[in-house]
């Protein structure tokens, strides 16, 4: 049985940090595409960074130099460093695996809330 269980949002204040992760089982998980996607209210689900088997990875602009992912090939757990958090970062957050010719896994997501 697949799963992705993310963890570790909450909420901060503007200018702190969190750490999210995502623990994988079920699958292969050192052969997936991993990302982590957001969705605030009212508003499209979004990509806001993935990390490739390789490890290479990729931001959306609005997160570069202040996000960070990294994955655990070992452990099956992909992580999301967010430091100088804004009130726009809040969402819920979203654990996705993929890979290209097989099915795409999602999670339930972790709220996180900037605010003051």
């Known amino acids: 049985q697949v799963q992705l269980v993310e963890s570790g949002g909450g909420l901060v204040q503007p200018g702190g940090s969190l750490r999210l992760s995502c623990a994988a089982s079920?699958?292969?998980?050192?052969?997936?595409?991993m990302s982590w996607y957001r969705q605030a209210p009212g508003k499209e689900r979004e990509l806001v960074a993935s990390?490739?088997?390789?490890?290479?990875?990729n931001y959306a602009d609005s997160v570069k130099g202040r996000f960070a992912i990294s994955r655990d090939n070992v452990k099956n757990e992909v992580f999301l460093q967010m430091n100088s958090l804004e009130t726009e970062d809040t969402a819920v957050y979203y654990c996705?695996?993929?890979?290209?010719?097989?099915?795409?896994?999602w999670g339930q997501g972790t709220q996180v809330t900037v605010s003051s």
């Open positions: 996705k695996a993929g890979r290209f010719g097989y099915s795409e896994y």
């Open positions: 990390i490739r088997t390789g490890g290479s990875t």
């Open positions: 079920g699958f292969a998980f050192s052969l997936y595409l």
